[in-house]
């Protein structure tokens, strides 16, 4: 079946292809809403940095690496959380494995201890917790946004 629609920029019509994912505000939406094509891209994003932080951590103080990942890697998990934050717990897994590494480079800890401390020190929520806040309606009005 072929489906046209009305482009306004060309003036003329385009066919509407059938795709996995389409691009919207820099979300990328598959056609089943699992988000899983989203995750993988903000975690490629975020992994490029974290490698940032890896190679910098030596030179740089951890407090000027921490406003860094808070500039440069927070954003996204905060992003549209409200939209993307159903997703699977195994899909989501995946960010948080990164947000520990994150923390354990800056923090110069071995990748075999407890990130607890380092949560709490950064003044970062996991974003495991921001998963459960938003699907319980108690999240604050500024993560929505």
């Known amino acids: 079946m072929n489906i046209k629609m009305f482009d306004n920029t060309s003036n003329k019509f385009v066919s509407l292809k ?6 919207y505000l820099n979300l990328l ?5 699992i988000w899983k094509s989203h995750i993988n891209y903000i975690s490629n994003k975020i992994s490029k940095t974290i490698g940032l932080f890896a190679k910098l951590r030596h030179y740089i103080a951890s407090s000027t690496l921490l406003m860094m990942y808070k ?7 905060s992003y549209s959380i409200c939209i993307w ?3 699977k717990n ?3 897994n ?3 494995v990164l947000q520990k590494k994150a923390l354990k480079w ?4 071995n990748m075999i201890e407890s990130t607890i401390p380092l949560f ?7 974003i495991s917790l921001r998963m459960y806040d938003v699907t319980s309606n108690s999240a604050p009005p500024n993560i929505c946004t």
């Open 106 to 109: 800056i923090y110069f800890t």
């Open 18 to 23: 059938n795709k996995k994912f389409g691009k």
């Open 120 to 126: 709490i020190e950064a003044n970062v929520l996991p």
């Open 94 to 96: 995946k960010l948080l």
């Open 90 to 92: 195994s899909n989501l």
């Open 71 to 77: 500039v440069l890697v927070q954003p996204y998990f």
């Open 85 to 87: 934050g159903q997703a």
């Open 29 to 33: 939406i598959d056609k089943n809403l």
